[in-house]
């Protein structure tokens, strides 16, 4: 089991930043590809970023490349989602998840472990 604990979520104006962390525990955290993942309001949950096993490839969507920077450190089993430029599309729940595989992938049911969520709203 993998037990992982996301933060750093809040309410923010358009253009402002925020950091997510999420900690991870139970495993060890260089096995698993990590992912950041969201969720707006009546709408379904969306991929938004992952980073393979030992920081070397990132993938994001297209809405937040340039904005938004995944980034891990496996000696202290954290990842972290740095988001610039926040917009109010941005607003949702981001939930963190890992996967025990050496590649990554978009689709939350190959996921294994998920975070429990934090919010982030975005006013204009």
């Known amino acids: 089991q993998v037990h992982l604990v996301e933060s750093g979520g809040g309410l923010v104006q358009a253009g402002d930043s925020l950091r997510l962390s999420c900690a991870a525990s139970g495993r060890t955290f260089s096995d698993y590809v990590m992912a950041w993942f969201r969720q707006a309001p009546g709408k379904e949950r969306e991929f938004v970023a992952a980073?393979?096993?030992?920081?070397?490839?990132?993938t994001y969507i297209d809405s937040v490349r340039g904005r938004f920077t995944i980034s891990r450190d496996n000696a202290k089993a954290t990842a972290y989602l740095q988001m610039n430029g926040l917009k109010p599309e941005d607003t949702a729940v981001y939930y963190c998840?890992?996967?025990?595989?050496?590649?990554?992938?978009?689709?939350?049911?190959?996921?294994?472990?998920w975070g429990q969520g934090t919010q982030v709203t975005v006013s204009s």
């Open positions: 980073i393979t096993r030992y920081g070397t490839r990132t």
């Open positions: 998840a890992s996967r025990g595989a050496a590649t990554m992938t978009t689709s939350d049911r190959l996921y294994d472990y």
